[in-house]
């Protein structure tokens, strides 16, 4: 199992810039670590970071992949950054 490319918005709402996808666990770690302090301390990013941790650290269990692609969906959602 891998991590699943997440397509973005090519003009995302707010100031934001970024890459049209994410294809990667490092490009996601990136990705959240690239954001503004604000936007990162609020919780969907917090729960994105830590799903990606997971995968960045000692043994991968089986669904990790999944749970870290869902949450980086949803807060890329909640954002109105993911691309439809």
Do not use: C
Request: net charge positive.
């Amino acid at each position: 199992m891998t991590f699943k490319t997440i397509k973005l918005k090519k003009t995302p709402a707010g100031p934001q810039t970024f890459a049209s996808e994410i294809k990667t666990v490092q490009a996601a770690i990136a990705f959240v670590k690239s954001l503004e302090p604000k936007t990162r301390a609020k919780l969907h990013w917090k729960l994105a970071a830590s799903a990606l941790a997971a995968l960045d650290t000692g043994p991968i269990r089986e669904g990790t992949y999944d749970r870290a692609n869902r949450a980086m969906r949803r807060a890329l959602a909640s954002e109105h950054w993911l691309a439809d």
